[in-house]
């Protein structure tokens, strides 16, 4: 079984930026994703890498903001995400693919964001 790992989540202020860092281990990194949930809401996905060269998927509330990429040479998946906002806080996860768009097989423990006003 794959192991994926989060990291660089923290607290800032509205306006400030964040970069998040997952290792993945096991599994592949060009089609892996990052999602969120914040406390009493359904998981969403954030931003996505489709596999094949094809562009990033971006949710549209942080289209603009956000931008995922990989290193192949570290299997590393990046978000980095700027001007972030109250609404951005949540728990951030990243999954992996074992194979590009037959869903996501595993998922890391989360990292969190806390963003103030």
């Known amino acids: 079984q794959a192991q994926v790992m989060e990291s660089g989540g923290g607290s800032v202020q509205a306006g400030g930026s964040l970069t998040l860092s997952c290792v993945i281990s096991?599994?592949?990194?060009?089609?892996a994703g990052w999602f969120r949930q914040a406390p009493g809401e359904d998981r969403e996905t954030v931003a996505a890498l489709p596999g094949g060269g094809a562009p990033p998927w971006y949710n549209g509330a942080v289209k603009g903001r956000f931008t995922i990429s990989h290193d192949n040479a570290k299997n590393t998946v990046y978000l980095q995400m700027t001007d972030l906002k109250p609404e951005d806080s949540a728990m951030y996860y990243c999954?992996?693919?074992?194979?590009?768009?037959?869903?996501?097989?595993?998922w890391g423990q989360g990292t969190q964001v806390t963003v103030s006003s």
């Open positions: 999954a992996a693919q074992g194979q590009c768009g037959l869903g996501y097989d595993d």
């Open positions: 096991g599994s592949r990194s060009d089609c």
